[in-house]
């Protein structure tokens, strides 16, 4: 039979929580915040996200706010989202193409230079 927890939950002040956030939003850490206020560093985000602290983040979602605006700003906004796309695509692509070439290079550089005087590309067989 499992035992009960014997921790008790705390309830925390909404001033509490606001000051808290105040000091995450402000740039200080969040495990340096936690281990100062004793409480789980999940805590100080899940506040935040519930809309705690002085400068409270938009949590409303692109689409979301999308879904209110009229339909040609829609459509402007996902053509950006598309060129954004495409951006990053092109520069993965070109990253890509960098290191190819380079590695191509490198290869030819590796490669021992043939002059036309030599013998033959490969030897004779031995006969035992």
Request: charge should be positive; hydrophobic fraction near 35%.
């Amino acid at each position: 039979m499992a035992q009960a927890s014997t921790r008790k939950r705390r309830k925390y002040s909404s001033k509490f929580k606001q000051a808290a956030v105040d000091r995450l939003v402000g740039g200080e850490s969040a495990t340096a915040i936690a281990k100062k206020l004793k409480i789980r560093r999940k805590l100080l985000y899940a506040w935040r996200n519930e809309g705690f602290g002085s400068n409270p983040p938009a949590t409303v979602s692109r689409r979301a706010s999308a879904r209110d605006e009229d339909p040609q700003q829609q459509q402007i906004a996902q053509r950006q989202e598309k060129i954004a796309e495409l951006e990053r695509l092109i520069g993965k692509q070109a990253a890509e193409l960098d290191f190819f070439a380079l590695a191509l290079r490198a290869t030819k550089e590796a490669r021992p230079k043939r002059s036309g005087s030599s013998g033959s590309g490969s030897t004779q067989r031995s006969r035992v």
